[in-house]
């Protein structure tokens, strides 16, 4: 053999080991990889088993509560269930659907005797039922707030687990002269009712109709 065709023989078999060291590195490259993917998608199978696991923990720690929140259409004062309303703390009423609670049930110097204060609310018992009175307002000319409302509520919400009640009705509460938001209002009373066993039932009122 020619020197020339050793030194070519000599430089194909370097190029062919270049080349297979080239591909051994990428071929080295690519199972690396692919080991990495496994192993982020082993982590991620492990997190959302731990994630369900936890949830599935959360989910038997915490008791089930039979509370419910129920809007129709028809007369309030129909419902045989204990009742609440809004008021403002001078114990006015005397617009709104106020004006009914105090024809229908009376009883203003005895809420007047429990000295009202903005944020509570004062109550009356009619046989085996509470009327209660929100305190959201100091004057019957103010108006209330998403705060006053929400203290209100809360401490009603005491009142009622204290003393068994699990059913009430309400009329659409700070949302007719009160200028409240309805659906702010409702996101609300059930936010602070969700871990109760209390059922809610809104009336609305039927809508006169138009001649």
């Known amino acids: 053999?020619?020197?020339?065709?050793?030194?070519?023989?000599?430089?194909?078999?370097?190029?062919?080991?270049?080349?297979?060291?080239?591909?051994?590195k990428k071929n080295n490259q690519k199972l690396k990889k692919q080991k990495k993917q496994e192993i982020k998608r082993k982590e991620k199978e492990r997190e959302e088993k731990d994630e369900k696991r936890?949830?599935?923990?959360?989910?038997?720690?915490?008791?089930?509560?039979?509370f419910e929140f129920i809007e129709i259409t028809g007369d309030l004062f129909t419902s045989?269930?204990?009742?609440?309303?809004?008021?403002?703390?001078?114990?006015?009423?005397?617009k709104g659907i106020a004006t009914i609670f105090k024809k229908k049930f009376g009883g203003i110097e005895e809420m007047r005797l429990q000295n009202p204060q903005v944020g509570d609310f004062?109550?009356?018992?009619?046989?085996?039922?509470?009327?209660?009175a929100l305190v959201t307002k100091q004057r019957y000319f103010h108006k209330p707030t998403y705060e006053t409302l929400s203290s209100s509520l809360e401490k009603m919400k005491d009142f009622l687990i204290k003393n068994s009640v699990t059913?009430?009705?309400?009329?659409?509460?700070?949302?007719?002269?009160?200028?409240?938001?309805?659906?702010?209002?409702?996101?609300?009373?059930?936010?602070?009712?969700?871990?109760?066993?209390?059922?809610?039932?809104?009336?609305?009122?039927?809508?006169?109709?138009?001649?």
């Not at 936890?54 to 039979?66: A, G």
């Not at 609440?84 to 006015?92: E, F, G, M, Q, Y």
């Not at 938001?181 to 109760?196: L, M």
């Open 54 to 66: 936890q949830k599935s923990n959360e989910n038997k720690d915490s008791p089930k509560t039979k």
């Open 1 to 24: 053999m020619s020197e020339k065709k050793k030194r070519e023989a000599i430089q194909e078999e370097k190029q062919e080991k270049r080349l297979k060291k080239k591909q051994e």
């Open 80 to 94: 045989t269930e204990s009742l609440a309303h809004c008021v403002s703390a001078d114990l006015s009423l005397s």
């Open 167 to 211: 059913r009430l009705s309400i009329p659409k509460i700070a949302s007719g002269l009160d200028r409240l938001n309805w659906n702010t209002v409702s996101s609300i009373i059930k936010d602070i009712f969700k871990d109760t066993d209390i059922v809610i039932t809104v009336y609305h009122f039927p809508q006169k109709k138009k001649f």
């Open 122 to 132: 004062c109550h009356l018992k009619q046989d085996d039922r509470f009327i209660i």
